[in-house]
């Protein structure tokens, strides 16, 4: 179809969708291929080039001064008949038109809108771009044409596949389905869209890929019942289909036959709106598709340009083509007289021309949803401003000057292409059109949902849109509500390996097995994660420990002895009782200083022993209690010297009973005098010194400390005092256990005096409880964790001080309370007068 002008722009289209090829004979007459299968929409495609044009010559802003015309040819699904079409475009071959100025010559073509196939776009553009002719494309997709080395004059209305992956990926991602099936077309289309999906999908980690497959072309029935059913077979409810309306076509009719049910469909732009699936023996199966689609436009006055259309009945009006006629004698099922030979589709009554088009139920007056019409149409626009834009060239920098007849007809192709990278024009439906470094427009697609209604009718509707911004940042909007769910529960389908690993656990990847397939293992103790899909659980922070859902950590639970906890209450009860009872003793004691028993012996060693005692009692409070610094350098020291002094006083109290004994035999009154009770207090003061240099020693060179320790239990912190040196602990230890020895050795020699000496046999009795208690002490204390370490040594230090208290001044209190009369210096006496 051709219309003359100035300027002449190429158009190729896909006006019959098959053809048949001829047998070669050897006779003389011609072989001509035969192109079947008129497409009324592709003609309307068409058609919209030309009104663009006719639009465009009515202009007085744009190309003032030029008439644009046209040449446009049908490929017929052919890639031979395209290719031949794009070289006549290119090379000038084509027949002559009488120009404005009546001057002949071959029209320019200057630039070419088309073609719709990837594969058509790859092989006309690699001869066109060897002619540097711009081709701009509105309906070929495939990412591989943005290879501007390869293809430096291609230009695309149509966003490429590779944004069409990422639109999909994106949709993927945004209903957190991570397992899906794969279905390309067996072409560049289908094949350069699996590579990058896959590439694409591995990049974002949005998912995997449960099968990928190839369609066939052609009737491969065995093929497609194979891919079935593998689709019957996988648990991914998604499948993805880049393929031309063809494939889907055979797909489905397998689908059918297999009665596959609960997948849900996304398409691509190839076949997102094609009504030829949209039928009531198969919406069962393809309702609730979703699919991406060419950005929807409005063109104003497309229907009436189109309601104007004759068919040329002497093959001489102003179109000067057969296209217009075939698609009349395919409308209205006639035919001219006489019948255009070649054409196998005309039949019936002949054609008068008069025929109404509004009368007949046709799709191609139907321009409430044009999609590549609209692509169509911002092409042409594109060409056209940048046209306009090497004409209004700044003058010296232009390529040529002056617009005469013969200046437009030597007019080059290239200095349109420079133009045309840099058009930027915005479209009566408020679009921006402009091409990116790789002849990509800003892209931009309408997402689609099939509606199969109650009454039978098919609705597809839009529910959102994604596109790449200026900013090169991709924006997906999606109306969820709007969504119809082709499935029993209405809802949104899940499609996943593996179901999401809750926080708490982790994702463990099966082996052999895609990562989106994987079991959730809970986190181990001390570790969490509180996301989900962990890849690993983490620890926690030291003083912290995970819950019982490893979803987060708490603090850990803190351990000593408490004054609060039950055990803590009791040692701290018996503490305090064990000191009340030695103020009693004490206030005892004092009450009764003057009487014999009290005053036997030294009575100032019983008052020493008695507060030593109590020191004893008091010194095991600091064992209770959370452990600080002070408490835990007072602890052992106020321990070592309480009880060396206690100790001292008991065997100074020994060696009294013996002097005692020794001076009442003939000529012993010296021994009694040499261990007076000067050298008495400067005994227990060097003995007590000695302990205190060492607690003293060990506190400078290694303090005991407080120290959080975590080896006893995971989850707890238990605070405990570390004695900082073992050597000083066990020196503390050795010198009080050595004096207990000494002093215990020395009342076991004074164990069979007179009972009116009685008092070694008492201090025996309480070193043996003193001797028996620590002995014990070692072995528990060294075996026991955390706070019940404090709990053994505060159980020794108690244990000891009663007994001592106990055997040392029990005897002495109930003579002073309940036997005042043996409490006397008469008693006593007599009680050694019997014994001589």
């Not at 189109?306 to 409308?331: A, K, R």
């Not at 090497?390 to 007809?409: A, M």
């Not at 052992?636 to 009880?643: L, P, Q």
């Not at 605070?719 to 066990?730: H, L, M, P, Q, R």
């Amino acid at each position: 179809m051709h219309m003359p002008g100035d300027v002449v722009l190429g158009g190729l289209f896909e006006v019959h969708y098959t053809s048949v090829f001829p047998e070669l004979l050897f006779t003389s007459e011609p072989n001509q291929l035969s192109c079947q299968g008129f497409d009324t929409a592709e003609f309307r495609h068409a058609m919209t080039m030309a009104f663009a044009i006719d639009e465009i010559n009515k202009k007085n802003n744009l190309l003032p001064n030029v008439t644009l015309g046209y040449s446009l040819y049908d490929n017929c699904a052919t890639l031979v008949v395209g290719f031949s079409a794009a070289l006549l475009l290119a090379s000038g071959q084509e027949e002559q038109f009488l120009l404005p100025e009546k001057c002949f010559g071959t029209t320019p073509v200057l630039g070419i809108v088309g073609d719709s196939f990837s594969t058509f776009s790859i092989a006309t553009s690699d001869v066109i771009g060897l002619f540097n002719m711009p081709i701009v494309s509105y309906f070929a997709t495939c990412s591989c044409l943005s290879d501007r080395k390869r293809f430096p004059s291609f230009f695309r209305t149509i966003p490429s596949d590779a944004f069409q992956v990422r639109a999909m990926i994106k949709i993927l991602k945004h209903f957190g389905w991570t397992w899906a099936g794969l279905l390309v077309s067996d072409d560049d289309y289908g094949l350069h869209v699996a590579q990058t999906f896959q590439s694409n999908l591995a990049q974002s980690g949005g998912g995997c890929l449960a099968y990928s497959e190839v369609l066939p072309w052609g009737e491969h029935p065995a093929e497609l019942k194979r891919i079935v059913e593998i689709m019957k077979k996988s648990t991914a409810r998604v499948v993805i289909v880049f393929a031309h309306q063809i494939h889907m076509i055979q797909l489905i009719e397998e689908v059918v036959r297999e009665n596959v049910t609960g997948i849900q469909w996304m398409a691509s732009e190839a076949w997102s709106a094609a009504a030829v699936l949209q039928t009531p023996r198969l919406m069962p199966y393809l309702s609730g598709t979703l699919g991406v689609a060419i950005r929807r436009g409005e063109i104003p006055g497309l229907r009436d340009f189109l309601l104007q259309i004759q068919p040329d009945l002497q093959h001489n009006n102003s179109y000067g083509n057969s296209m217009v006629n075939q698609f009349w004698e395919y409308t209205f099922q006639c035919r001219f007289a006489p019948p255009h030979a070649g054409w196998v589709e005309a039949g019936g009554s002949l054609c008068t021309g008069q025929e109404d088009l509004e009368s007949v139920g046709t799709e191609f007056l139907d321009v409430s949803d044009l999609r590549p019409e609209y692509n169509i149409y911002k092409a042409v626009y594109a060409l056209a401003y940048a046209l306009d834009d090497t004409l209004q060239g700044e003058p010296g920098r232009r390529p040529f000057s002056g617009q005469s007849c013969d200046t437009l007809k030597t007019l080059e192709p290239w200095q349109l292409l420079h133009y045309l990278e840099k058009v930027n024009f915005t479209t009566s439906f408020g679009d921006q059109v402009s091409f990116d470094e790789n002849g990509d427009a800003l892209p931009i697609y309408d997402i689609m949902n099939w509606l199969w209604l109650p009454d039978g009718r098919t609705k597809v509707q839009s529910v959102g849109f994604v596109k790449k911004l200026a900013s090169k940042a991709e924006e997906l909007t999606l109306d969820d509500d709007k969504i119809f769910w082709n499935f029993d529960s209405k809802q949104l389908p899940l499609s996943v390996c593996s179901e999401s690993c809750p926080p708490g656990t982790r994702m463990l990847r099966r082996k052999r097995q895609p990562f989106c397939c994987f079991d959730c293992v809970a986190c181990s103790e001390g570790k969490f994660s509180n996301n989900t899909d962990s890849m690993e659980c983490i620890s926690c922070p030291e003083d912290f420990w995970s819950n019982a859902q490893r979803d987060h950590c708490v603090p850990k639970k803190t351990e000593f002895l408490s004054y609060h906890e039950p055990l803590g209450i009791c040692l701290t009860t018996t503490s305090l009782l064990g000191t009340f009872i030695c103020a009693v003793v004490l206030g005892i004691f004092t009450y009764h200083r003057s009487t014999p028993i009290v005053r036997a012996n030294n009575s100032e060693l019983s008052f020493l022993l008695l507060l030593s005692l109590k020191s004893c009692f008091l010194c095991s409070l600091l064992f209770i209690g959370r452990p600080r610094l002070w408490t835990c350098q007072l602890r052992h020291a106020a321990f070592g010297i309480s009880f060396v002094l206690c100790v001292s006083c008991i065997l100074v109290k020994t060696m009294v009973v013996l002097a005692v004994f020794k001076a009442s035999k003939p000529g012993g009154g010296d021994s009694l005098k040499m261990f007076g009770a000067a050298q008495q207090r400067g005994t227990v003061v060097v003995l007590t010194s000695i302990q205190a240099a060492i607690c003293t020693a060990w506190i400078v060179s290694a303090s005991p400390a407080p120290h959080k320790n975590t080896q006893y239990h995971k989850d707890k912190i238990v605070y405990e005092c570390v004695v900082g040196s073992t050597v000083g602990f066990a020196v503390l230890l050795g010198y009080i256990g050595l004096l207990a020895i000494l002093s215990f050795m020395l009342a076991f020699l004074a164990r069979n005096l007179p009972d009116n000496f009685n008092e070694a046999k008492l201090i025996t009795f309480s070193l043996l409880i003193f001797c028996a208690v620590w002995i014990a002490f070692v072995p528990a204390y060294v075996n026991s964790p955390g706070k019940y370490a404090d709990a053994v040594e505060v159980f020794a230090i108690l244990a000891s001080s009663f007994g001592l208290l106990l055997a040392l001044f029990g005897p002495k209190c109930y003579v002073i309370l309940l036997r005042p009369e043996r409490n006397t210096k008469k008693a006593i006496i007599r009680q050694g007068e019997c014994i001589k």
